[in-house]
């Protein structure tokens, strides 16, 4: 039996929080915002962190623990670890693609692709069962669209929202850096030392989030995968951009209601697939 399941999450920021990634193209990187009616009707833009940065997160994580359990290195396809890990590109069919049939097993045995969907096999995108919210700081300007009570003192946006700098150092005329193969020093090749100074827009560690993860009709071995996958991001999640240099980290608290259909049962995805390892496999080679 399928069934139907949201969990309602809060976010705490135990980093400061960044959108973008390290390849922004531009010294100044600033944070991606929406505008937010407030309630005498004008709009206000507001620093909202995409859906899609939080789906992109919990698609890796949900790639590393099945890839631990079935041990797929060097076994499949390049675009079925691309499909895995970032949900893939449309490519021309190679081989027999991916029927009907084929499809629906595929996402018997491949739960990341049950969850998440995925594009491969030549064939129209491979729909998943996973809805995800984007996630909204509580600010004074969205606390009109927030679900959850909060009696603590409100910011607003502008107040909470800053610049961080950071500098980078081109030290190629000194003498610790490497030779060349050329010869000497490269700075006798390139010139002078350089010093790049970096700015990011990020929201501050202790704000907090709202949003949401849903599964849509789904059954209950994906049900038990993602409750792993979520479970592995509650404790050590990291939202956003630049998680190498320290952002975005966060803890996450939520809340789990079924929607439609009966309580999941109790299964453990790794008992059920383990022993299906070489089916697995073989479904992902599918996705070429």
Same mark, same amino acid.
Not at 216 to 243: H, K, M, N, Q, Y
């Given at each position: 039996?399928?069934? =139907?399941?949201?969990?309602?999450?809060?976010? =705490?920021?135990?980093?400061s929080i960044s959108q973008k990634g390290e390849d922004s193209g531009t010294t100044t990187t600033l944070f991606r915002r929406e505008p937010v009616i407030q309630p005498d009707g004008k709009p206000v833009l507001v620093p909202i962190v995409s859906g899609n940065s939080l789906r992109g997160g919990l698609r890796r994580i949900a790639e590393e623990l099945f890839r631990d359990v079935i041990g797929y290195e060097q076994q499949i396809p390049l675009s079925a670890a691309h499909a895995l890990r970032n949900g893939g590109s449309l490519t021309k069919v190679t081989g027999d693609g991916l029927t009907g049939r084929r499809r629906k097993r595929l996402r018997e045995l491949v739960p990341p692709i049950g969850v998440f969907g995925g594009n491969g096999g030549g064939q129209p995108p491979i729909d998943g069962c996973l809805k995800v919210g984007k996630v909204v700081p509580r600010v004074r300007e969205t606390e009109t669209i927030m679900t959850r009570a909060y009696d603590g003192r409100l910011m607003s946006q502008f107040e909470l929202v800053s610049l961080e700098s950071y500098s980078r150092f081109d030290d190629t005329d000194t003498r610790a850096f490497p030779e060349s193969s050329a010869g000497g020093g490269a700075g006798k090749d390139v010139g002078s030392s350089m010093l790049m100074r970096f700015e990011v827009e990020t929201i501050p560690a202790g704000t907090r989030f709202e949003t949401f993860v849903r599964l849509d009709r789904a059954t209950p071995l994906e049900i038990s995968f993602f409750t792993d996958v979520w479970g592995r991001f509650a404790r050590d999640g990291f939202l956003g951009g630049r998680s190498a240099i320290g952002h975005g980290r966060v803890r996450a608290e939520s809340d789990r209601v079924v929607l439609a259909g009966p309580d999941p049962q109790s299964v453990d995805w790794r008992v059920e697939l383990a022993p299906l390892r070489d089916e697995v496999i073989e479904a992902l080679c599918w996705l070429t």
């Amino acid at each position: 039996m399928r069934s =139907t399941v949201r969990w309602d999450v809060e976010l =705490t920021a135990l980093s400061s929080i960044s959108q973008k990634g390290e390849d922004s193209g531009t010294t100044t990187t600033l944070f991606r915002r929406e505008p937010v009616i407030q309630p005498d009707g004008k709009p206000v833009l507001v620093p909202i962190v995409s859906g899609n940065s939080l789906r992109g997160g919990l698609r890796r994580i949900a790639e590393e623990l099945f890839r631990d359990v079935i041990g797929y290195e060097q076994q499949i396809p390049l675009s079925a670890a691309h499909a895995l890990r970032n949900g893939g590109s449309l490519t021309k069919v190679t081989g027999d693609g991916l029927t009907g049939r084929r499809r629906k097993r595929l996402r018997e045995l491949v739960p990341p692709i049950g969850v998440f969907g995925g594009n491969g096999g030549g064939q129209p995108p491979i729909d998943g069962c996973l809805k995800v919210g984007k996630v909204v700081p509580r600010v004074r300007e969205t606390e009109t669209i927030m679900t959850r009570a909060y009696d603590g003192r409100l910011m607003s946006q502008f107040e909470l929202v800053s610049l961080e700098s950071y500098s980078r150092f081109d030290d190629t005329d000194t003498r610790a850096f490497p030779e060349s193969s050329a010869g000497g020093g490269a700075g006798k090749d390139v010139g002078s030392s350089m010093l790049m100074r970096f700015e990011v827009e990020t929201i501050p560690a202790g704000t907090r989030f709202e949003t949401f993860v849903r599964l849509d009709r789904a059954t209950p071995l994906e049900i038990s995968f993602f409750t792993d996958v979520w479970g592995r991001f509650a404790r050590d999640g990291f939202l956003g951009g630049r998680s190498a240099i320290g952002h975005g980290r966060v803890r996450a608290e939520s809340d789990r209601v079924v929607l439609a259909g009966p309580d999941p049962q109790s299964v453990d995805w790794r008992v059920e697939l383990a022993p299906l390892r070489d089916e697995v496999i073989e479904a992902l080679c599918w996705l070429t």
